[in-house]
């Protein structure tokens, strides 16, 4: 890494590469214009008025904050009022508000393959032809007029940009910006400017950047306009400056990976492997900068060679910041598919925040929220005579929980639609511009503008619930070592009096994560899942779909905190199981098995955002014979069918000893579920989570 891009990136751990943004007094008169109108108008205002820093050395031109004095990206959601109004209240800020399901925070992908290949300026045509369809409506031509008042705004704004590289007598930058974004590009250098402008108008993630800008890397070699030293350092300013743009080490999020997040390889239009030499290169450039975004994944394919997997694999364990983590794309693609996704825009679709997954442009498809599928166990077990209807087999056990698990996901549908009705009173301009749909609509994304929309819920505590029904099953149906009435009672008393039991179960259940019978429990729990979300659709489009993962503010902490007892021994108010991992140490039969368990999943019925967790032993890559067994073992995981991977290597006594002496530790980063961060940045409960996962060993 070039010494300047070193410096950078440091002075950005520390420091803000943008200004603080300049207030904008808005002329009073476009209280008067119709709301698209006036909000396109004031963003020209904002855009005009704010400073650009120019740095010596800099290769990539702009900067840019938004203050939230009018509705701007639809990421950060500034000047979205209504959505503020509802957010909070039903978010996992408070969680104790929300013992069922809370709101999580969505991500989004601007349009990158259309801005970079053909510019903002290629809007406009899109636009005159949507006017002219939607003629008679007067809403939608409003809508209109902004959109082509928000084109022109950004058209200014990059030459407002121009002039003050120009000032400075870098010409290169100033030539770059008076032509991209609002062009498409004809160069490398100005199809990643293109895609930094881009991003600082929507700045969340970076979508198929391999794949956006090879065509241009390619050329540009090919005819020696370009040197790969200089391609380096243009991925490093960039990925620096995104970086920056959310926040360095002393913002709320400064330590966090899952805000700008983005993916290499995957499969090509064509049918190819498109893993290729600029994503490498992206791969290279991410776990050498010691900044902890942008996240990246790796798209498995089937036609991925097992070099190519085997020093991903090694630049993951090599990463300084935990930022490289595995999908695959023969999962996703197949749960795609079954939610009727179009092939070509199903191949282009991306991770985002931490691990959910849209279409680069087309999308509102993130996360809506989390949900507890063991409140309606507890309804069931906790409600005195509720457990009598549940007879005598564990079918008619199995048939009475899903009756009530049916009414909590209904609670959960109309939690997601009264949500939607709110946001989607806020006019959103700007991010309606960059996502496909919402021109052809006439409507903005706030009101299901996007060409997909998916409801994806996060289910909390899923391998809570499936080994629960494994232990009903198991001693209660089985073999008859209690009753229903009798299991009822253990837990009301959280287990008190009743420690034997409870180790008998620990030591002889069967649990979820050995490759044993409590995988079939998982299939039927994730059929009756997906058979409810399909009784009603959003409100907003779409459908709904579940995933599982937890999110930044750990919602297996939050809302195990809020969950009674449950059958497969966990104590009241003891965290549930983090994203896709089984009960902590119950995954008795080593890595294999586990491996097995969460790879033979139909991931067509868990097709929302979804993380596996696996924590390695420190040593598990220090060699390449292990190096070698650890990429086999990642093979043919993908190969069974496994959604996601993200390793970490990291000791449990190595943990312990930074939780108590975090002085000595303060670079120490660990995964969570869908990001990483700094372990002795964490709460206790959070690090007691981390510490307590299964340390596996090759």
């Not at 120009?166 to 062009?183: E, F, T, W």
């Not at 077990?381 to 909590?408: P, W």
């Not at 297996?556 to 059958?567: E, K, L, Q, V």
Request: with cysteine; aromatic share 12%.
């Amino acid at each position: 890494m070039k010494e300047r891009i070193c410096k950078l990136a440091d002075f950005a751990l520390h420091d803000d590469l943008n200004p603080q943004a300049t207030a904008v007094d808005y002329d009073p008169a476009y209280r008067e214009l119709p709301e698209p109108v006036r909000i396109a108008r004031s963003l020209r205002d904002y855009l005009i008025n704010q400073t650009t820093i120019v740095r010596e050395g800099d290769l990539l031109g702009g900067s840019l904050r938004f203050d939230g004095s009018i509705p701007t990206d639809i990421y950060h959601r500034a000047g979205h009022t209504h959505f503020d109004s509802f957010w909070g209240a039903h978010s996992d800020y408070l969680p104790e508000n929300n013992p069922l399901c809370f709101l999580d925070w969505n991500h989004f992908c601007t349009d990158y393959p259309f801005i970079v290949r053909h510019g903002i300026g290629a809007y406009l045509p899109k636009i005159r032809q949507a006017r002219n369809r939607h003629a008679g409506d007067l809403e939608k031509q409003d809508f209109y007029t902004g959109l082509e008042i928000t084109c022109e705004a950004i058209h200014q704004w990059a030459g407002a940009i121009a002039d003050a590289y120009a000032k400075k007598g870098l010409d290169a930058i100033a030539a770059n910006c008076r032509k991209v974004p609002y062009s498409g590009a004809d160069t490398f250098y100005e199809a990643v400017q293109s895609v930094f402008l881009a991003f600082l108008l929507m700045p969340d993630a970076l979508g198929r950047l391999d794949q956006v800008l090879y065509p241009f890397y390619k050329r540009d070699i090919a005819t020696g306009i370009l040197d790969k030293e200089t391609a380096y350092e243009l991925i490093g300013e960039l990925f620096v400056k995104v970086f920056s743009q959310t926040g360095g080490s002393l913002s709320r999020r400064g330590d966090r990976s899952g805000d700008n997040t983005l993916v290499v390889g995957g499969y090509t239009q064509e049918g190819t492997n498109g893993y290729n030499e600029l994503s490498h290169m992206i791969l290279e450039v991410v776990a050498e900068l010691p900044t902890c975004r942008p996240q990246v994944s790796f798209r498995w394919t089937a036609e991925t060679p097992f070099t190519t997997l085997r020093e991903v694999v090694r630049l993951a364990k090599g990463c300084k910041c935990k930022n490289i983590v595995f999908t695959n794309d023969e999962s996703r693609l197949k749960s795609f598919d079954k939610m009727g996704i179009s092939h070509r825009d199903a191949v282009d679709y991306t991770m985002i925040g931490c691990n959910e997954w849209t279409f680069m442009g087309k999308g509102n498809t993130g996360s809506e929220g989390f949900f507890n599928p063991n409140k309606a166990l507890e309804t069931l077990l906790y409600t005195t005579g509720h457990h009598a209807d549940a007879g005598n087999s564990y079918e008619r056990f199995y048939r009475v929980y899903g009756d009530y698990l049916e009414k909590d996901v209904c609670r959960m549908m109309d939690l997601d639609d009264e949500y939607y009705q709110v946001a989607a009173r806020d006019m959103n301009v700007l991010s309606s511009l960059f996502i496909a749909g919402c021109i052809e609509k006439g409507l903005p994304i706030t009101r299901g503008g996007a060409k997909y929309n998916v409801s994806n819920w996060s289910v909390i505590g899923l391998s809570n619930l499936v080994d629960s029904l494994s232990v009903i099953r198991q001693f209660v149906y089985e073999e008859k070592r209690f009753t229903l009435a009798e299991l009822s009672q253990m837990l009301a008393a959280n287990w008190a009096g009743h420690e034997s039991v409870r180790q008998h179960i620990l030591r002889h259940g069967t649990f979820w994560g050995n490759d044993n019978g409590a995988d079939a429990i998982m299939g039927d729990v994730l059929h009756t899942l997906d058979r409810f979300t399909q009784q009603r659709f959003p409100k907003k489009g779409g459908v709904y779909r579940f995933g599982c993962y937890t999110g930044y503010q750990a919602a297996n902490i939050s809302m195990g905190r809020m969950t009674r007892a449950t059958p497969d021994g966990r104590f009241d108010g003891d965290p549930l199981a983090p994203a896709l991992a089984p009960g902590v140490g119950k995954d008795s039969s080593g890595i294999t098995a586990f491996l097995k368990s969460a790879g033979t999943i139909d991931y067509s019925l868990l097709a929302g955002a979804t993380a596996v967790n696996l924590r390695l032993e420190k040593s598990m890559a220090d060699s390449e014979e292990k190096m070698e067994k650890l990429t086999h073992l990642f093979d043919v995981y993908f190969r069974m069918g496994g959604i996601q991977l993200q390793p970490d290597y990291l000791s449990a006594a190595e943990l312990i000893h930074a939780q108590q002496h975090p002085e000595d530790y303060r670079n120490l980063r660990v995964r969570v579920t869908g990001w990483s961060g700094q372990f002795t940045n964490f709460d206790r409960a959070m690090q007691d989570d981390i510490i307590t996962r299964t340390e596996h060993h090759v």
